[in-house]
Structures are given as C-alpha cells and as structure tokens.
C-alpha cells in the first residue's frame, strides 16, 4: 500500500459516518455536562458578546481582548467552505441536509463552548505577557504528563495540515477566484498573498487579530453584500425553501432532475451524511483549532471566552443558513443534485446585480481571511513541538507555500494535510471527552460568582 | 547623635537611658502630625512641646505614640522650664505611659475621625457627646490636642467612641478614583466589587487591609467589599442584583476608589 491510498484511507475514515457520529456523541456528553449553554445560556451568551460589542477594544490586560481572539477563530472557520461547501451539502443530499447541518451545528455549539473554556483554563503565560495554548496544552496539562504525547500528535497534525486547509486550499482558492473573474496571473496573486499572509504572521498573534478584527467584519458585509440581492430575487420562494428542508430530511426523490437529469432518490443516510458533515467541518468544532485562538484572549473567566465560541458558532450558523436557504430558494438545486458545486455556485451568483465577480471577491476574501489564521494556527503547533526557535522558519515556509498554492500543483501534498487535518480532531475530542467533567464546574463557578482560579503549572 | 524610631526604641526606655546617662540636650520627635521636642538635663525632663501643647502635657501626649522617627541632639537646649525635674516627675511620666496601655487607640494617628449614625440607643456623658461633636473631620492627633481635655483623657473618651462605633478613624489618604468599565458576575452575590488583583493588592497597600470600595455612578455612590479577580484590568465586576439596584449595566463607566472600613 503506497502512502497516497492509505492517506485516501484515512481519509475516508477521519470525515466518514463513523467519526460524524464521534463529533455528535462527544457534542451531547457535553451539552450534557455543561448545562446545555447552546439553549439554556444563551442569552446570556448574546449580552456577553454581541451586546458588549461596544467593549470590543476593551482589554482585560495582556495581548489580545476577548473580541480578538474570537475574530481570530472566525476569520478562519468562515471560509469558502461556507459558501461552495454549504451549495455542495445541498447538492450532495438535498435541501433535507440543511435540518441535519442545524442538528449538527447545535450540538458542536457544546463542542466549541468547551474548546475555548479548556484553551482559557489551561493555557500557559509567559513572562513576557505572551500565550501558548489551544488542544496541544489541554492535553498535556490536563491529561498529564502520560499523555503529552497525544499533545504532541495535536500539534504535529496543526502545524503540517495548516499548509493545507490553511494554505494551498486557501491561496488556490484566491488564486482561481481571481483569475477566473479578474484575469489576475496566478504568480501575480501568489506574491501578494505571500507578502500579505507574511507581513501579518511576522507581527504575532497581535497583528493577527488585528487584521482578524477588520476581515471579519468585512466578510460578513461582503456576504451581506452577496447574499441580499439574492434573496430579494427569490424571497417569494424562501418560504418554500424552508418548508422543503423539513419534508426532504428523512428521504427525498426528485422524478427527473439532478446534474445528469436523471430520477434522483437520496436516503436517509446520505442526507445525514451531506448535512452532518457540513454541520460538523464548516464550524471546525471538535477540530481544536479555533481554541488555539481563544486561548490568546485575556479574560478574567475561561467561561467567559467560551459564550464568544457560542456566538462563533451561530455567526457561523447565519452564514451557512442564508446561504443553502437561498441556494434551494433559487430552485438551481435540482438542475445540480449531485454536480459540481463550483459550477452550481457560479451559476447561483450569475442572478446577482454584480455577476460571478461578486463570488469570486468573496471567496478571495474568505480564504485570504482562512489563511492569516491558519498560519497563526500552525505557528503555535510547531512552537508547542520544536520551541519559540520555529517560528520563523515556519513563517517563511507557509509564505513560500501561499506564494505557490495559486499556481496549482502539491495535490498529494493538500490531500494529505487533509487528513491531518481530519486526525486533529481524534486528540481533541478524546481530551474533550477526559475534561467535560471540568468543563461542567467551571460553569457551574461562574455562575455562582466564583473567581476563576487557575491550575498550578507543573 | 542618636536617632531611630520609637517603634523600636520604646520612648520611656529612650528617656530612662538617657537619665541613666545623666545626658542633656533635646530629644525631637517627628509625627507626621506634629514635631514634639523633650529638653533633657542631666538626664531630666525639664521641658516638652507638642504641637500646641507644652510641659506635662506634651509629655503626655508623646508618651503615647508608638512609632515615630526620632533624634537626640546633645548641642541643644533650651531656657525655657515648663517641667519640675525630680522623682514626683519621674513617677508621673512612667504612670502616663502605663495609662497609654490600657487605652485602645489606632496606632496611626494621621486617620481622621468621621462620626457614624448611631444604632439603637447609646448613653455619652455631656463631656463625651461634646468630644464625639468637635472631632469630626480632625485627625486622631488632633483630636488628642483637645482644649478642655488632657491627651489621655481625651484618648479615653475618643477609645471609648471608637470602641462603641459612633467614630470610625479612616484613612485620609487622597487616592484618584479609577475610572473602570463595569463587567456582570452572575450568581447570587450582593454588596461585591471583583477588582484586577494589582489593583487590589496597589490600594491595599496603600489603604491598609480591610479597605472598602467606593463606587460613583452618573448619580449615585455605593460601599461595596472589595474581591481581587486575575485578569480584570480596566474592569470592576459586579454581580446582577447591585447591578440592578445601582441601575447600572455591563460596560458603563464607573469611578472607584478605596476608602479604609
């Protein structure tokens, strides 16, 4: 077995049903331990964040605030995959997915919520005000010492998959959205995008969330942007839309239709799986990544941080519902039940006042924005492994990766950072799994009024 | 020239030696309140200043301070005779110290004196309620000064005033309010404000343990009891409840400064 088809094997594995269902499981032991804070606190999830927004450039002390850190995590998790990813769950199990993608966002709320709670209790502060934390630290502290091992693995799998997911996917992405709509040469994009991603990694994570906390937002007016006039389109129909994702979740058949206009039928199985999937790897909850930026925030409580994770999670929710709600509204669907999603994103966006040029300065923005963050991401990976020392060799390597992803080519390379990136997962939930217990006091402290008191560093 | 501080060299220890040592010159002792001078001759007292207060008095008042810097300069004396050297003198002095025992003042004299409302009924003496109605706002040295009252009268009726809580002696120490941002805690607390922990241990040291925390809105003040928290600079955390009761809510600007209990 040559090491291409075992990593085809592994990666059927790590995104297969079988995982799906780890995600679920783990997501409920923890909505179980924590008190359900995805429905029971929410609200006060909502008035911790979105509604002390105003506070955002307020800082507890140390390197970044709160509202960085989650701007950090967001400006990874909404990527293309929001966009192309979610237009291809619907293609891939009908509208039906989209019930199971909101099941499954629902319980990875308890998932991400205790991500940031553990990257917060757990982390390490230096002298010099600066942080090292995320799953590779909740492991090895609060594992212990037998299991830095696995804390090692999590940050190996970080730092090579972020050449991957957060790197050629990404500057592919950008590479190809900007030669197909603005006819700019790959080698063009690829040198502004190595230059970009490695003036921001060479600031740390304060540049970072800098930037984090102006593409953020601008993503989310650029999706606005994108998304309203389409909407105003096909509003007569959203009604319908919504109506078609609860009678299509448990099986669905289209008479004639589908990419090769032939009778479609999809079971069960295969809506769970399209919708399920998306639900789980658009948000990253369960990979750890988004913990190594919520780590970063200097916060007076890890619950606190953990509410940020909850809101990441339903802005993330908004993005993906808008998008597949107006995709099935737009009635294209069927035309593309089981082709290509590219193809049935373009021709969505052919309907927009701006043309196909409107998705592709989205997705170049999205996966610009995936990119800075990963980079971040996988610095702290390597640093966990190889000491402080990495860090620039790391940072040279991502930008000569960014400057060469446009230009195509390293697919077995991006296949196997996929899985990787699928195996970050498997250390984090089994730490997930070990500390829901601790996740659990820790919530019930904070809302008893209990200072937070953190763990002795051995 | 000798010099140190009466907190470790007690002043009637300091006198009986330089009266074994049949030394003259001026003993001058630095209060932060008041400068007090004890002129020596051949070992005995024959004058002292305090303040305003001369002779016997003046003793008097200096024999009750537990600490301050002091010096003895032999070079100078003085003309001046407010006290009758002897035995008698000598006895006086060693039973004005010996009453400083038994009275319970703060050992620091710079506090002021702030009168409290009076809970459930309390019986003073004309003499006391007349001391309880000049000292408020003064300083506990300078209520020792009292006019119609010797310093150790005086510290017995401002003892028993304190002793009763109708004064409280608070710190005078000017401290800038801090401006914070106020943050919820949640839970079922009440009357607690969670400050940065320098913050906290900066004020302590500053106010001295058992501070409490002043808290100024838009239009009102607030006591709360101080909790120092990791992590909370800029912030004051309060729970829901003051917050509902002091109409404030999450990221409004407050003034906080720490006052002595």
Redesign the interface.
Known sequence: MDILTLNDYVNRAVYGEWMMLVFILVGLYLSLRTGFPQLLRLG?AL??TL??I??RF?????QITPFQAAMVAMSATIGTGHIIGMVGAVVLGGPGAVLWMWVAYLVGMATKFSEAVLAVHFRRQYTDGSVLGGPMVYIRYGLGRRMAWLAALFALFTAIAAFGIGNLSQSGAVGAALAQEFNVPPAVTGLLVALLVGILLAGGIRSVARFAQMIVPLKLVLFLLAILPLIVIHLESLPAALALVFSSALSFQAAAGGAAGAAVSLGLAEILKAGVGRGIFANEAGLGSAAIAHAQA???HPVRQGFWGLTEMLLSLTVTTLMALTFIASGLWQRFLGGDRVEAARALFAEHPLGVAMLGLMLAVFALGTMVSWGFYGEEGAAYLFGEGIRWPYRLTFVTFAFVGPMGGLAALTSVADTLNGLMAIPNLVALLALGGLVGRLVRE???????Q?PEED | MLSGDLAEFPLLRLLETLMGAARGGVLRIEHPSFVGSIYLEGGHPVHAEAGRLRGLEALELLAGLKSAPFCFDSEQNTRERSIEPGLETHQLIVHQFEAWNEVSLPDNWTLTLQACSIQGPTQLSPLEASVLAQVQGKSLAQALMNERLSPLEAAQVLSKLLRLGLLEARNHLVIEPEPL?V???????QG?A?I?EELFARWQGLVGEGFVLRLRTKNQEATLRP?P???????V?L?ERDLRQLRLS??VLVEVWPEAR
């Not at chain 1, 307020?58 to 140390?62: D, I, R, V």
């Not at chain 2, 943050?183 to 607390?189: A, K, S, V």
């Open positions: 006060v008035r911790e509604g002390a105003r506070e307020l800082s507890f002390g140390g200097q916060v007076d904070f809302f008893s009024g209990m200072p937070w953190p | 941002v943050l919820t805690l949640y839970g079922g607390g607690v969670a940065d909790q928290r990791i992590n909370m600079q800029g912030r955390g729970f999450r990221g």
